[in-house]
């Protein structure tokens, strides 16, 4: 393990690092009711007072007087015994009030008792809160609700729903329920301003669909790179869990959670965790807000991004904790001013942008800024990865103050990403500019930059200081600084 840290380095594309330091600032990132016991009062027994007989001029010498008896008192009645309590009942759902705005999805026949298909419920409680304005769809906490496969569709909904979730929602584990394989779990579509909120949790099984792996699934590139301390790449570990179902799941594997075309929506409180794929996805939404919320997956798990982001615009993401097997934030085509900062990552492959260019398409992505992130045991830390025969840009990204603890590669730009056996060499590329990585600290497991550029936008002109020593040497630093843009094809303009 060696530290590090980057200060100020821009190369022709205008990446610029700051410092490697050896120095690594260690970041911490009912009562129950009481009970009384009655007293009774008893009534008290009235005293006789006994009467004497006889003349005192005549006594019997052989009678013997009785002794006076005293009075009979009754013994006090025991206390009662203290009443065993009973488990407090769950509420029995009642209809629906005529010009409600809150819905609860027990009042729609949901069972909550995590066997039962609740999926028809929860259309029932969503097309219902859909009318009005403003309203909540309540999924209350000590429920387990057993949900397959549900669109939560907006087009003709009222704006500001809030999705009020403090119970649990579980995937269904049968092959049966997935059909040949979808894109997603749980949807949700065309809405304006709608909030998902709540401590509660969305749980994908995703242990089911992870033993079929690796056969389908591709494999990410850097991990070519990670050369463990035995000298041999593990490509398959083993997970966790075992498919105890019949039948095997289907390779296409959901995304837990997906909002599409909304504008306007926010994620927070809830944890997400074992998704089959993705846990996250924004796609084509404008005006993103995720916050203080969870996602928790193994290390290990193929493929389960933690946040993905493609074609959307306007997003922050803050003070939230992402463990998973693959991107903690993955930022793909489209995608333009996000922002994430005081972001816990790891396990994982760190946060990526990309990958981009795939099968010759052209790729978009600007003005994205990362900072105060702490990264702890991923493979990666900030990467930028691309693959030949693209096109497009992608412009004005900025990597601040980013704390790495055992990370293996913390800087990476591939722009020869493939996450097949073999991949054709192409010239064209994605091209990069005004990237600029500044207070990169902590330690490396493996190497601490990683630069593969392409020949046809090469970024090996690099520009900067380095103020420690690294090893291995990061020896393609120039002194002074770039003079300038230098114009890109038209075909890399966006």
Not at 205 to 215: A, E, L, R, T
Not at 263 to 268: K, L, P, Q, R
Not at 432 to 444: F, Q
Request: with cysteine; aromatic share 8%.
């Amino acid at each position: 393990m060696r530290g590090f840290s980057f200060r100020s380095l821009t190369f022709m594309l205008f990446i610029v690092f700051l410092v490697w330091s050896a120095s690594f600032d260690t970041c911490i990132a009912r009562r129950g009711k009481h009970w009384r016991p009655s007293r009774s009062n008893s009534a008290s027994l009235a005293k006789k007072k006994g009467k004497s007989h006889g003349n005192s001029h005549h006594r019997h010498h052989h009678g013997v007087s009785k002794p006076k008896t005293p009075p009979h008192k009754a013994p006090a009645p025991p206390p009662p015994a203290p009443k065993e309590k009973k488990p407090k009942p769950k509420p029995k759902p009642s209809p629906p009030q005529k010009g409600s705005t809150t819905f609860n999805v027990l009042d729609f026949g949901a069972k909550g008792n995590g066997k039962s298909d609740d999926t028809k419920a929860f259309q029932a409680a969503w097309a219902a809160a859909c009318k009005v304005a403003a309203s909540m769809l309540t999924v209350p906490a000590e429920y387990v609700f057993l949900v397959g496969p549900i669109s939560f569709s907006g087009q003709y909904c009222k704006a500001n729903i809030v999705f009020q979730l403090d119970g649990t929602i579980i995937a269904p584990t049968s092959s049966n329920a997935w059909g040949k394989g979808l894109l997603q779990w749980l949807e949700f579509t065309k809405l304006v301003g709608t909030t998902i909120q709540g401590k509660g949790t969305i749980d994908g099984s995703g242990s089911v669909w992870w033993q079929d792996y690796p056969f389908e699934d591709p494999i990410d590139n850097e991990s070519e790179l990670v050369i463990p301390l035995n000298n041999t790449v593990q490509q398959h570990p083993p997970m966790p869990i075992r498919n105890e179902l019949k039948g095997k799941m289907p390779s296409v594997k959901p995304t837990a959670l997906r909002f599409y075309g909304s504008f306007n929506v926010t994620v927070t409180g809830i944890t997400i965790q074992n998704s089959p794929q993705c846990h996250l996805k924004f796609d084509n939404c404008a005006g993103v807000l995720v916050h203080d919320m969870r996602v928790s997956s193994p290390g290990d798990s193929p493929n389960t991004d933690g946040i993905h982001l493609q074609n959307s615009k306007d997003v922050l993401i803050h003070s939230t904790d992402l463990a998973c097997g693959d991107d903690c934030v993955s930022i793909q085509t489209g995608c333009t001013n996000v922002y994430i900062h005081n972001v816990n990552c790891g396990p994982g492959h760190g946060i990526s942008i990309g990958s981009l260019g795939k099968d010759g398409t052209k790729a978009c992505v600007s003005n994205i800024t990362v900072r105060d992130v702490v990264m702890h045991g991923t493979m990666t830390g900030v990467r930028i990865k691309t693959w030949q025969g693209g096109s497009g840009s992608v412009q004005g990204v900025l990597f601040s103050n980013i704390q790495v603890s055992e990370v293996q590669l913390p800087i990476v730009i591939d722009q020869f990403y493939c996450d097949k056996s073999k991949c054709k060499n192409q010239t064209s590329a994605v091209a990069l500019s005004g990237i600029t990585y500044e207070k990169i600290r902590g330690t490396y497991t493996v190497k601490p930059v990683h630069f593969a550029c392409s020949d046809a936008l090469p970024c090996i002109d690099t520009f900067g200081e380095l103020k420690t020593p690294t090893t291995p040497p990061i020896s393609c630093l120039q002194t002074g600084k770039p003079s300038g843009n230098h114009p890109q094809k038209d075909y890399d303009t966006c």
